[in-house]
């Protein structure tokens, strides 16, 4: 586990997770947390990278953001966990468990399975921890929070299915299924 080449992969997952957090996000209006790609990073280090070392690299960009602001909008980790989008961000560290969860009750090797284990995971369980914390954090009610969420599952849709799309071709490439 800890081999150069296990390090090296999660150093790069945490980087593209960075890079992904240099796109604008794209604020809403209505709920005081932005569309953002950085969470399709989380499900490819999922996918990709497996529990521990996909939990690793999460864990890495989170260190990273204590010095650097590595979260969309030019965050730091500290500023992200004090704010309203601390359950999201804090759902993403469960994200590769919940996934390597799944796959032990059903075949990754089918695209449209993939995607619903990687959807369940990457999607509705951040989108529900995210809920959870944001009616905590502004004082609202559970249900508006959870139906506030339904606005990011068309993108958050999207994100799972291209990270789906790669995740099953390079694991195909390298013969993991």
Known sequence: MTSTKSLIQI???ATLIVILGLMPPLPLGFIPVPIVLQN???MLAAIL?????GTLSILVFFI???FLPV???GNTTLVVFAGPTAGYVMGWLIVPLVLAGLR???PFDQPLVSFALVWLSGVLVVDVIGAIYLAHYTHAALLPSLLSNLVFIPGDTIKAVIATMI???YRKQIGLD
């Open 11 to 13: 150093a790069l997952m």
């Open 40 to 42: 399709m990073g989380v």
């Open 49 to 53: 990278l497996g529990p521990k070392k």
């Open 64 to 66: 990273l953001g204590l």
């Open 71 to 73: 979260f969309t909008g």
């Open 104 to 106: 032990r009750l059903l």
């Open 167 to 169: 995740g099953i071709r």
